[in-house]
């Protein structure tokens, strides 16, 4: 049977068996979801051992178990090792989401006239790993996987991998391969195949401000004590200039900018700004000035609040200075930056600019590594020439303003580079409500994976 075939024959199959796994909630930020993730562990493996590959286990970690299975079949042709991650981000708010985040269900939209898959994970990543796991099922059963594959499916990728360094350094023998292959980003349209080649690193943190020892009545205290909800606000407002530049010292420092050349070739990649503000209802623009939004979004170095909490948040009012504020702070980086050295910037100015009459504490949560990923390299042109074969189009090289800390950590701990094939779309509502995955993009993921082991083996054994 042809693999074109084998995808018409099983697409439903493809479906029904991916809401399986999107049917458990494998939330690895929350602890009450710990045996979900764990089941979802196992739902993977059954998958990986259904598909064909031999010698899978559930490997253990000092958090959450990483999924590993392998199928050897020569050892003189090339070896991929697939990484994805099968834990996904809290569904909240909830009650956005049109239909339950873990009730999978097929909907058409405009970008999806063919139908798109809502749940958490859909996209990001459950639905773009199972795409391996079944253009691994394809090859097994058409018997045309033509090199030696390794599986790698983690479950703390949301949770910024804490884990995942020391799985590498405890296993690089059982890991080596040739290059990394993981479909965890996106294209720019789905008639506009591209591939990532640099992703943004992160530095997160979260801030504590104190003021007085328990919450006040508001109009006997107000006006004479520190009010640790306003002065951090004041503290965050200064976080950027009037050209909305990070005002924390040193942040740019060592940032590597990109040339003229570079950017210009940037620019080459369509992006209408029009349908961008539409398509996420805002009425305008804004950040980093001299830089266009695409660049803003994917070659800067940014500063976000993710959320901000204390004092009464209650329905009704309450007249209150609360004692403490909180707020989780995260700041994605670019090449040159490295994520330690930004936290300790961060948390020496954060603590300089607080006024004497609160204290302040910043909590470092996690860290990830900028990685560009190279276009000279093999595993580069067999995706592009993957691609061009099923979108009929040759794909386009862009960075993403995303994270995969690991990434960086496949480079330095297993000298490993890492092709990112991924199939998303910006629009898809990743870590959104209703976030979704097109039908058509997942049967396209299907198709074009066997086609880069094909092209990888051939330009290899050259
Ligand atoms: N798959 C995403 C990253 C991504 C998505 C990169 C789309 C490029 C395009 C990944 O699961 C993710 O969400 N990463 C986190 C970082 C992590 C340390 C929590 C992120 O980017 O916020
Ligand atoms: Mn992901
Ligand atoms: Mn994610």
Not at 76 to 85: A, E, I, N, S
Not at 180 to 190: C, E, P, Q, Y
Not at 222 to 243: F, H, Q, R, Y
Request: glycine fraction near 8%; hydrophobic fraction near 35%.
């Amino acid at each position: 049977m042809t693999q074109t075939n084998y995808i018409t024959q099983n697409k439903d199959r493809f479906i029904s068996e991916l809401f399986d796994l999107l049917r458990i909630p494998s939330i690895s930020a929350d602890n009450a979801f710990k045996a979900d993730v764990l089941k979802t562990a196992d739902l993977v493996a059954q998958f990986l051992q259904d598909a064909g590959a031999d010698g899978v286990e559930i490997c253990p970690t000092k958090g959450l178990p990483i999924v590993y299975g392998e199928k050897k079949i020569n050892p003189d042709l090339p070896t991929v090792l697939v990484y994805g991650h099968y834990d996904v981000q809290p569904p909240d708010p909830v009650d956005l989401w049109t239909t339950p985040p873990f009730q999978p269900e097929i909907r058409t939209t405009e970008i999806h006239p063919e139908g798109a898959i809502f749940a958490r994970g859909a996209c990001d990543d459950k639905g773009q790993m199972f795409m391996h796991l079944k253009a691994f099922e394809l090859m097994m059963k058409t018997d045309t996987l033509p090199c030696n594959v390794k599986f790698m499916i983690e479950g703390e990728e949301e949770v910024g991998s804490v884990n995942l360094d020391q799985f590498l350094k405890d296993n690089k023998e059982k890991l080596s391969a040739d290059v990394v292959l993981v479909s965890d980003t996106g294209i720019i349209a789905n008639d506009i195949p591209s591939i990532t080649v640099g992703l943004r690193g992160l530095s997160y943190c979260e801030v504590q401000v104190t003021g007085p020892n328990r919450d006040l009545h508001s109009g006997l205290y107000g006006g004479g004590v520190p009010n640790p909800i306003n002065i951090l606000c004041e503290m965050i407002a200064s976080l950027k200039d009037e050209d909305q530049r990070i005002t924390v010292k040193g942040f740019y420092d060592n940032v590597i900018e990109l040339s003229k050349e570079e950017r210009q070739a940037m620019a080459e990649a369509p992006f209408d700004q029009e349908a961008f503000k539409k398509s996420i209802d805002i009425n305008d623009v804004e950040g980093e000035r001299g830089y266009n939004v695409p660049e803003r979004m994917s070659i800067r170095p940014t500063l976000d609040v993710n959320g901000i909490w204390g004092g009464y948040t209650g329905e009704g009012a309450k007249t209150v200075i609360p004692s403490v504020a909180n707020a989780k702070i995260s700041m994605r980086l670019v090449p040159g930056q490295s994520p330690e050295e930004i936290t300790q910037l961060f948390q020496a100015h954060f603590e300089s600019i607080a006024p004497k009459s609160v204290k302040v504490k910043v909590n470092p949560l996690h860290g990830g590594q900028p990685a560009v990923t190279p276009i000279d390299h093999p595993a580069y042109k067999a995706a592009s020439a993957a691609m061009e074969e099923t979108f009929g189009k040759k794909p386009v090289p862009f960075r993403g303003g995303g994270s995969i800390p690991i990434v960086a950590a496949f480079e330095q701990i297993l000298g490993l580079k890492t092709v990112l094939m991924g199939f998303g779309l910006d629009s898809d509502a990743i870590h959104s409500p209703n976030e979704h995955y097109g039908v058509f993009n997942y049967l396209k993921g299907i198709e074009t994976i066997p086609l880069f082991y094909k092209h990888y083996t051939d330009l290899m054994s050259k």
